[in-house]
């Protein structure tokens, strides 16, 4: 149980375009998902906390209007990087956490992004 | 400001030794704890949580140990095998509930056959 699955699991997209990346929970509502972002050799990177239904909560520094989150539903939650530039390319991990309240979070297996 | 700091250096140790990793916390009054194992390539996966008035957790051959006044938590893997290799990620986690983990900068294990 507790599997979160992220939709594309590597994009290649041009400068200028807008990539979107799907996290899903398979098995489980999840009331909050998060999204993290992880450069080579370095940890993984809180972007924002995105709760059902409500807009998502951006960490600093973190350009709300480039990274776009919704979260429609208890089990879907989008990120579209907009107008996309080399330096955002990286590699986007999802979690959720479930909504029975534990503390744990369950991760995505990530999605690669290369902007070219 | 909140910092997490975790062995940057690989830790490289025979098949069968006992690992130990290292995470040190300061401005920090963590609630709980939790330890992550990631992959190449691959998201975190959980492994152990452990809460402020826990001195120890263990799952099979994992434990995990919380000194709050020594603000730091150790990781053991015993008995360890080749396929232990990974990287290793820390997290405490605030009483406030928001569910949001800064992670260590992790440490990654090569486990020799």
């Known amino acids: 149980g507790a599997v979160v699955s992220q939709h594309p699991s590597w994009v290649i997209c041009k400068s200028g375009t807008s990539v979107k990346i799907e996290c899903r929970s398979l098995d489980f509502q999840a009331t909050t998902m998060f999204w993290y972002r992880q450069f080579p050799k370095q940890s993984l990177m809180l972007m924002a906390t995105?709760?059902?239904?409500?807009?998502?909560?951006?960490e600093q520094g973190v350009e709300k209007d480039k990274f776009l989150i919704n979260h429609a539903s208890l089990t879907l939650s989008t990120l579209t990087v907009t107008s996309a530039h080399p330096e955002d390319s990286s590699f986007y991990i999802c979690s959720a956490r479930p909504r029975t309240g534990q503390e744990t979070q369950y991760f995505g297996p990530g999605t690669r992004l290369l902007v070219l | 400001s909140q910092k997490i700091e975790q062995n940057s250096e690989a830790l490289n140790i025979q098949e069968g030794k006992t690992a130990t990793l290292t995470c040190n916390y300061t401005n920090y009054s963590p609630a709980y704890l939790q330890w992550y194992r990631q992959d190449p390539g691959r998201g975190p996966v959980f492994l152990l949580l452990?809460?402020?008035?826990?001195k120890e957790k263990r799952k099979e051959r994992l434990k995990v140990t919380f000194d709050t006044t020594l603000k730091q938590s150790l990781f053991h893997i015993t008995a360890s095998q080749p396929a232990d290799s990974a990287t290793y990620l820390c997290a405490p986690v605030g009483s406030s509930n928001t569910g949001k983990l800064i992670f260590g900068q992790g440490t990654t294990l090569q486990v020799k056959p």
């Open positions: 452990i809460r402020e008035n826990e």
């Open positions: 995105s709760n059902e239904g409500s807009k998502a909560t951006y």
